[in-house]
């Protein structure tokens, strides 16, 4: 390891000891988050904890992504974040890939002993992914309650006979009756959180519930909600 990165990790090191951390102060520019639709933009403080075994708590703002790392602008200047696959990456089922730069992101993790400035991680949060999903959560669940208001039928079953070209399935409830089911070209498509999902996520033998006006054994819906789906 590089004196100076030595010099700085023991400087790290004492305050971390002394029960303090680095946090951006009221006169420092926060990092600039884009703002999600119809949302304030949140603004987070820069954040960087060693303990004395080298475990890392690091928050600042992403300068550059690879395929296993990303470059973090935080105290100190850049981090290189090594993000292994056994590493946490979150909100759930979101790949590093989706990371860009300028969002701000959250590490847990190690110092490399090895190389200056550098962070093994076990887990990586997109701070800047996870408000904008909570703006879509919101957004759909107020959307699925307006089309409640309107007093369409919900329906509970097990899909089958999934066609994600067509957007057709035969839905079944517990009493045994399948319905046949064609989503509306608008029709959102939802999983168990109220995220928006892909129809490709959903698989025969789901929980599903769909909204919309039963004509006998036929469904035309317009919210389809996959409870089996996160």
Do not use: C
């Not at 102060?25 to 303990?51: E, F, K, N, R, Y």
């Not at 962070?119 to 909570?134: E, K, M, S």
């Not at 399948?178 to 490709?200: E, H, M, P, Q």
């Not at 959903?202 to 035309?220: E, K, L, M, Q």
């Amino acid at each position: 390891m590089s004196r100076k990165l030595i010099a700085i990790l023991g400087a790290f090191g004492f305050l971390a000891s002394t029960g303090l951390a680095f946090a951006q102060d009221a006169t420092t520019t926060p990092p600039v988050i884009a703002p999600a639709p119809a949302a304030t933009s949140v603004s987070h403080p820069m954040v960087l904890q060693i303990g004395p075994k080298g475990a890392v708590l690091l928050r600042g703002t992403i300068d550059s992504v690879s395929s296993a790392s990303v470059t973090v602008k935080s105290w100190g200047g850049d981090w290189t974040v090594n993000v292994p696959t056994s590493a946490q990456v979150l909100p759930a089922g979101t790949a590093l890939s989706s990371f860009q730069q300028g969002d701000f992101v959250g590490v847990q993790g190690t110092v490399d002993s090895t190389g200056g400035f550098t962070v093994n991680a076990t887990l990586i949060r997109d701070w800047t992914v996870r408000q904008a999903l909570n703006q879509q959560i919101k957004a759909n669940v107020q959307s699925v309650r307006a089309t409640m208001a309107s007093g369409p039928r919900v329906v509970q079953g097990t899909l089958s006979n999934l066609d994600a070209t067509a957007e057709t399935f035969t839905l079944t409830n517990a009493g045994g009756t399948a319905y046949s089911v064609t989503l509306d070209s608008s029709a959102k498509i939802l999983g168990r959180n109220w995220a928006t999902i892909a129809l490709s996520q959903v698989n025969s033998g789901d929980t599903v519930r769909v909204y919309g006006p039963v004509s006998s054994t036929t469904i035309a819906a317009s919210v389809f909600r996959d409870v089996s789906v996160k």
